[in-house]
């Protein structure tokens, strides 16, 4: 039987390498550290370094006791991810490489090892930018960082083993489905397959088979089908999972191995007049996602990458995610799966195509790519081409071939950036970004496509209109509203699949991109996964709970000329009442027929019927007052002549002074003088009030300091926390212009992953927390000059692992 060990603590990180060919000797010259991987090669900061300062040639290595009872079965050590080159020696002799940054690697080194001793695993790992690498050769908008950023292990197997499963459902929407499994096997053995499907409970028995089969070992490919009755659907809502045990016997009926894959009936199927989910037409709202963190680059366990499927899922609302622009964390993958949370899955590249060692690396990366991840149910789409790349018809009509060959069941698509390209995949997949702010959301999908074809979306707005936390209140606006215009024609669109919003994210980048502090501020989250306000576009289409975001902080110093123009708010409810100082102002419906379901609402009346009750206007000349208020707020005392001479009627009429013309504006517009105006938002879902906003003058600020949880847990690895900060008014108005600093100090078995001294931004943050040592108790005190001291608790716990 099989065995797993890993290999993730007490790495010995040298540093930067100047002489690769003569390293083993340099490296008794270098300082070194103790490390667990994940690792980034250097820490960075925020923002403002020169990305080459990471890019050069480090050494890793670690000492591993190999038993002698492993002797006579094959070893495989195995990365799941290294930045961007590596090469591994083994007791000191050079074994094999990779040049794949985003896929795993393993090679069987039984035959290098010294069983009952201590061997050496030496890595040296490149991460500069290799122009024959992917996604390198030109320009590139993103950091790959570099280090041994996902985990490692050891893989002890028989000599006679089960190398791969891939199942499948066919004819899922009957009532008894095909469950096709596919086994490859080590050589061409005698023996027999057993094959079972239990549910996915999570128990440590599988309990009782749904469906099981036998098959005599034929050949060293095999395929098999399982008649599977009562199986759930897996879709958005119920993401039902199943295991698939496959079990590999010897000629006497002994147990020699056995392979578990979790999978997941559906039926995917995108047409020409959009997607289909298990023969139900859905439109697919999205988010790209860069797998890039503050500080450490790339370098994030499991925790953090379940995290960000959830934020996409739980919390943004979205269908789909887009792993732009390379494969990403088995994790993240796997909680997409758990989740319900579809992903379109790409090859590494951004817009360059290089040479002939360039494109078989594209090749293998592709093979990499779908056979580590075709049994997960949540991929319902591979990209083969290389993002905005131009069209070369043989390279990519192999890439297609490739897709097709090593999985039958999903389509392929191609993400470019120019119209009517070459169409060799299942779906046009674009980029369009022709929306600027007033004009149309989307390019009609006729003047893009080449033919008739489906046709998704794959990246809008980003570059169009960059966005920081920290920017004054109508850019924040404006930016939410580029998302909501975009979404709603995408819904309209009768040939339209969906559309995927760039992107989820900040996100680190080179020099000649973002905003030259090494950022791309592109993201509806900033790169600590604190919400802008565009979130709320996507937050605002879910269902499951109550959401109600307004667009204004309602100061009129945010506005030129003190107006506050239009409001929006960004919600699921059916109507917002506004209240004034207790008053009822107005009630504000959805506009219908815009696309979305639900749609911002436009609030640009703040005095409604005051007017009439309190100063006994009739509705005539109170609408006639209103709209010299709001004329007097751009315009001051240099009124248009039909204003004034409106205005000078009503204080005729009425027999009112200049003075009162001056209170009415104070009072009722801008707020001057007054003890201050507050502006209630309540929402209604089916005539009930769900939720409510307040918005008005700050006089109580308080901080508020939520860790995504309290318990770490260390596994395969050490684990990390998300600590969200926010400052708040009374109103619990995020106090968007404050940039308070904050200082960190730990104490027990965590440690901070970045600076100890940091401000906020946009009045948010985050920090992280890693688990260190053997511990089982941290803590993180955090200081603030103006907003006090907090104290952070945490309990480790350590779960039992096989590792050497």
Known sequence: MRELFHLNEGWTFYGEIRNEQNFQVEKEKLEKENVDIPHTVKMLPLHYFDEHSYQGVYLYEKTVDVPEQFMGKKIFLEFEGVANMAVIYINGKRSFHSESPFVPFAKEISGELRFGEKNTIEVLVDSRE??????????????????????????????????DVFAFGQQVLKEEKDL???????????????????????????????????????????????????????????????????????????????????????????????????????????????????????????????LDAEILKKDLGVHLVRTSHYPQSKWFLDACD??????????????????????????????????????????????????????????????????????????TGGVRNFQKSELLEDVYTYNDF????????????????????????????????PTKSSDPEDRRVSHALRHSKVLSV??????ISGAIGWCMTDYNTHGDFGSGDRICHHGVLDAFRQKKLAAYVYSSQKEDEPVLMVSS????????????????????????????????????????????????????????????????FSRRDAERVKKVLKSAAVHGLNLP?????????????????????????????????????????????????????TRGQRREHRMVVEPQKNILTVEETYDVAMISIQLLDEHEDVLSYSSEPVLLKTEGAVEILGPKLFSLSGGQGAFYVRTKGSGNHGKVFLHTEHYGDREIEFTIEHKMVSKL
């Open 490 to 495: 995408m819904m309209e669109s009768t040939k």
């Open 338 to 411: 758990r989740l319900g949370l579809l992903v379109f899955e790409e090859i590494p590249g951004w817009q360059h195509i290089g040479d002939e060692q360039f494109k078989e690396i594209s090749k293998y990366n592709l093979k990499k790519m779908i056979k580590r991840d075709r049994n997960h149910p949540s991929i319902v789409i591979w990209g083969v081409r290389i993002n905005e790349s131009q069209d070369d018809t043989t390279f990519y009509t192999e890439m297609n071939k490739i897709a097709h060959l090593y999985d039958e069941t999903r389509p």
């Open 553 to 616: 902080s309602m100061n009129i110093g945010d506005h030129d000329g003190g107006s506050l123009g239009r409001v929006y708010a960004f919600t699921n409810c059916d109507y917002v009442e506004l209240y004034k100082n207790g008053k009822f102002v107005k009630k504000y419906e959805k506009q219908k027929g815009q696309g979305l379901k639900h749609t911002p609402i436009v609030m640009e009346d703040f005095i409604g019927g005051l007017l009439e009750e309190e100063e006994r």
């Open 641 to 693: 002549l039909f204003d004034k001479a409106t205005m000078g009627m009503i204080l005729l009429k009425y027999k009112l002074s200049m003075e009162d013309a001056v209170r009415l504006f104070s009072k009722y517009y801008a707020g001057w003088g007054q003890e201050g105006l507050t502006y209630t938002f309540k929402g209604y879902k089916d005539g009930e009030e769900v939720k409510t906003v």
């Open 180 to 306: 096709i499994i596919e086994t490859r096997l080590s050589g061409n053995h005698k023996g027999t397959l057993v094959y079972k499907l239990f549910e996915d409970e999570e128990k440590r028995s599988l309990g009782e088979a749904m469906s099981s089969g036998i098959r005599t070992v034929e050949n060293q490919k095999m395929r098999h089908t399982l008649k599977v009755k009562n199986a759930s659907l897996w879709s958005l809502d119920t993401p039902k999972l199943y295991l698939v045990q496959v079990s590999l016997l010897g000629e006497e009926g002994e147990l020699l191995d056995e392979r578990i894959v979790k999978i997941g009936f559906r039926e995917a199927l995108f047409k020409e007049d959009g997607f289909y989910l298990n023969g139900e037409k859905l439109k697919l709202r999205g988010l790209n996602r860069h797998q890039s963190y503050p500080y450490v680059g790339y370098a994030m366990p499991k925790s953090m990458q379940e």
């Open 130 to 163: 290799l122009p024959y690498i992917p996604p390198f050769g030109n320009v590139v908008d993103f950091l790959t960082f570099g280090g041994i950023y996902r985990e490692v292990h050891l893989h002890v197997l028989p000599n006679y083993f089960i190398e």
């Open 434 to 465: 022709i929306h600027s702010g007033e004009n149309r959301g989307l390019s009609d999908p006729t003047e893009v496509l080449p033919r008739k074809a489906p046709y998704l979306v794959t990246e809008f707005n980003g570059h169009m209109f």
